[in-house]
């Protein structure tokens, strides 16, 4: 039993080439990699260690960590009413730590008070202690030391926390020091690196995506108009489009930047502004090989409008290789936006980014911590290949549409 989907008949062109993209292995396999890139990036502060906004938590005594490391943080309560907030927008722009961690080597209780060793990279003839009160720890006070928590704290039992020194202590013991353990080690700031990592990503392929869509609504308009019209109307938006493409393009996106500003917005848009040329280019060229054909005349005969014309007749069957220049174009918007933030006219902190990240960490690559850049860096060569290997099993699969089927 088959299930029919509109536009893919049976002996259709489109089943034909889908079923070919789904016989192109290494298609299949860099669409599939890059489907879960996009999903854990979407995900976002839902599955980060470290869900503050931007993943910027520091501590600078765990800078440029190993793998795998792990330590004790204490969690003091931040004198503050705790912050409530709805999980989209968590998910979006994270959350807001109401409690400061303190990473610790030891500690003891003494009265009323936790006495911690500061955690410190090297052994110390004579460590560093702190001394808090419990009540500090476990509540949020304010000025005349009154709790102002909005939901009191309650011990395992779900009696409500006094203050009884044993319970409180239990408590903290349970609650408040907690092992952290870095999967990816620590940047030079003692960020984690796969929080980082991950909202990185989530900013690059955000870049890609709007980059290529103002690419897709500027190409594909011009390109549309200049190939339907001809005369005056190509003649203007191809000297146009031979301007933009005379300039070279990064030097183009960092002087759209200059003049938009610096930030996450401002790169897509320098991005997209200079995209648009190839998609024009490539619509130009099958629009004006099928504005001559039979159903096109058939479409003027029966009084269609010419918008009609071009956005529901023609263009649907010159949407193959716009396809495929996408994808390429995703890849470069990458590259262009990794470049930018390497150079410090993109993407700025503490928003992080994969390129941003090689720029912070770049310098370890001759010490002993080149995974600080090398991860950011692999992960820019990943996207990227399995974007050009999606593009090229595209390219392929549509070719059927250009073949005759007999």
């Given at each position: 039993?088959?299930?029919?989907?509109?536009?893919?008949?049976?002996?259709?062109?489109?089943?034909?080439?889908?079923?070919?993209?789904?016989?192109?292995?290494?298609?299949?396999?860099?669409?599939?990699?890059?489907?879960?890139?996009?999903?854990?990036?979407?995900?976002?502060?839902v599955i980060t260690p470290d869900k503050t906004p931007y993943s910027n938590e520091q501590h600078l005594e765990l800078a440029a960590r190993k793998p795998g490391f792990s330590v004790t943080m204490l969690w003091i309560a931040e004198n503050k009413v705790t912050e409530t907030q709805s999980w989209i927008k968590s998910w979006i722009s994270g959350k807001v730590n109401n409690y400061r961690k303190i990473p610790v080597s030891g500690w003891h209780f003494s009265n009323d008070s936790i006495v911690v060793t500061a955690y410190?990279?090297?052994?110390?003839a004579l460590p560093l202690q702190y001394s808090f009160s419990i009540y500090d720890v476990v509540y949020a006070l304010a000025e005349d030391n009154t709790p102002i928590s909005i939901q009191p704290k309650t011990d395992l039992n779900g009696t409500v926390i006094s203050k009884d020194v044993s319970k409180i202590r239990k408590y903290i013991v349970d609650n408040h020091l907690k092992k952290q353990t870095f999967w990816l080690g620590t940047d030079r700031f003692g960020r984690d690196m796969l929080?980082?990592?991950?909202?990185?990503?989530?900013?690059?392929?955000?870049?890609?995506f709007i980059s290529v869509l103002i690419s897709l609504i500027l190409g594909i308009l011009l390109g549309s108009l200049s190939g339907f019209f001809r005369g005056w109307v190509d003649h203007l938006i191809i000297w146009f489009i031979n301007v933009i493409w005379s300039i070279p393009t990064l030097l183009l996106v960092i002087a759209i930047t200059f003049a938009l500003g610096k930030g996450f917005w401002q790169v897509f848009i320098a991005v997209g502004l200079t995209m648009w040329v190839e998609v024009a280019r490539i619509v130009r060229g099958q629009i004006m090989g099928l504005r001559e054909k039979e159903y096109v005349e058939a479409a003027r005969a029966m009084g269609f409008k010419n918008m009609r014309i071009i956005f529901k007749h023609i263009l649907p069957n010159a949407l193959g290789p716009v396809i495929v220049i996408s994808a390429a174009n995703f890849a470069s918007a990458i590259l262009i936006e990794a470049g930018l933030s390497f150079l410090g006219v993109?993407?700025?902190?503490?928003?992080?980014?994969w390129g941003t990240m090689i720029r912070e960490n770049y310098s370890y690559i001759i010490l002993d911590n080149p995974w600080l850049a090398i991860l950011p860096g692999l992960c820019i060569m990943i996207v990227v290949l399995t974007l050009m290997m999606t593009g090229n099993g595209l390219r392929d699969a549509l070719d059927v549409k250009n073949q005759?089927?007999?």
């Open positions: 039993m088959f299930i029919k989907i509109k536009g893919f008949r049976e002996g259709s062109l489109n089943r034909k080439a889908l079923k070919k993209f789904a016989s192109d292995k290494l298609a299949m396999s860099s669409a599939f990699l890059l489907m879960i890139i996009a999903l854990i990036s979407m995900a976002g502060y410190e990279p090297a052994p110390a929080s980082q990592l991950v909202i990185g990503g989530r900013v690059s392929l955000s870049v890609g993109g993407v700025q902190p503490p928003m992080p980014s005759s089927t007999g």
